[in-house]
């Protein structure tokens, strides 16, 4: 079937319950895709665990690929829902960089734990898939500009002198402790761990009071 001819008769849901129905199958092919993986789902287990039929299935998707997309989009959807609104708390003029950097920390953990199972999927088809890799890397880059915005608001107190290149140094920094202690936090102690990165980003981005 020619994929562009098969896109043109998928459903675009407009009433309750059709638009139910579609998230019935994402949410179940997110619950697939994070238990078993997406190479091992198949539309019919997708159908299944959603509680339609395999036809069904096909007229609000055209294939898992599909429905891969969508839930790669809806997870980017929550992590901004609750990274943006924390974030927009932070006074930077007025708050004890320490605890703003610390707030900043803490809002990267809290956005990270949203589909925390999917995740794991969503890294494996990074390498495997060009337009999810395109996907998350407008998501990163985002973040990335997220974070020099912040260091904009303190560029007079900070030691570094290239605002864009800290930006980018201090967010990959944050953002892989942060995975460590979303994901791999079972035996580590996170709160001395997240103690130790704010130390090493203050240090790094402001001189020493005397």
Not at 31 to 37: A, D, T, V, Y
Not at 76 to 85: A, G, K, M, S, T
Not at 86 to 115: Q, Y
Not at 119 to 140: G, T, W
């Amino acid at each position: 079937m020619d994929e562009d001819n098969s896109k043109d008769k998928v459903r675009r849901p407009r009433q309750s319950r059709s638009i139910k129905t579609k998230q019935s199958i994402l949410k179940a092919a997110m619950e697939l895709f994070s238990q078993k993986g997406y190479h091992k789902t198949n539309t019919k287990e997708i159908a299944a665990l959603a509680g339609v039929s395999t036809g069904s299935f096909y007229s609000y998707y055209v294939d898992k690929r599909a429905v891969f997309l969508d839930a790669l989009k809806l997870y980017h959807q929550e992590f901004n829902d609750r990274l943006i609104p924390s974030l927009g708390a932070m006074k930077l003029k007025e708050g004890n960089r320490v605890e703003l950097i610390s707030h900043f920390i803490d809002s990267l953990v809290d956005a990270h734990e949203v589909f925390t199972e999917f995740h794991a999927e969503l890294e494996v088809m990074y390498h495997s898939d060009p337009e999810v890799k395109e996907f998350s890397d407008k998501q990163i880059q985002y973040s990335r500009e997220l974070t020099a915005s912040y260091m904009e608001e303190w560029k007079d107190e900070l030691q570094v002198t290239d605002i864009k290149a800290a930006s980018i140094i201090v967010f990959e920094v944050i953002n892989r402790i942060v995975d460590v202690i979303v994901f791999e936090s079972q035996d580590l102690d996170t709160a001395h761990l997240k103690k130790e990165l704010v130390d090493m980003i203050s240090h790094y981005l402001f001189e020493p009071k005397k």
